[in-house]
Nanobody, 127 residues
Framework: QVQLVESGGGLVQAGGSLRLSCAASGRTFSTYAMGWFRQAPGKEREFVAAISWSGGSTYYADSVKGRFTISRDNAKNTVYLQMNSLKPEDTAVYSC????????????????????WGQGTQVTVSS
């Protein structure tokens, strides 16, 4: 089993930055591909960013390319989402997700691709 706990959310003005963290349990964390998703009120859960188990491959939704960066530190069992130039439309609950093998790709963008989920952390961007 893998347990995921997100942190780092909060209230920030447009143009500001936040760094989200996702702390994972288990010594096999380094074998899991990871992703970040978000869900705003009244909207479906949306893919944000993904990273391969090795950390060598990343992928971003078009809406966040150039502004967000996903990274991982396997020694700390933690995945990060650095969010810069935040916009009001980035307001949502952000959740991290994990999956083990088999791996058919270096990254995964669908909710159904992931087995484990955190409870989410709220990010609110004011105008």
């Amino acid at each position: 089993q893998v347990q995921l706990v997100e942190s780092g959310g909060g209230l920030v003005q447009a143009g500001g930055s936040l760094r989200l963290s996702c702390a994972a349990s288990g010594r096999t964390f380094s074998t899991y591909a990871m992703g970040w998703f978000r869900q705003a009120p009244g909207k479906e859960r949306e893919f944000v960013a993904a990273i391969s188990w090795s950390g060598g491959s990343t992928y971003y939704a078009d809406s966040v390319k150039g502004r967000f960066t996903i990274s991982r530190d396997n020694a700390k069992n933690t995945v990060y989402l650095q969010m810069n130039s935040l916009k009001p439309e980035d307001t949502a609950v952000y959740s991290c997700a994990a999956r083990g093998g088999p791996y058919y790709s270096y990254y995964y963008t669908g909710s159904r691709d992931y087995e484990y989920w955190g409870q989410g952390t709220q990010v609110t961007v004011s105008s």
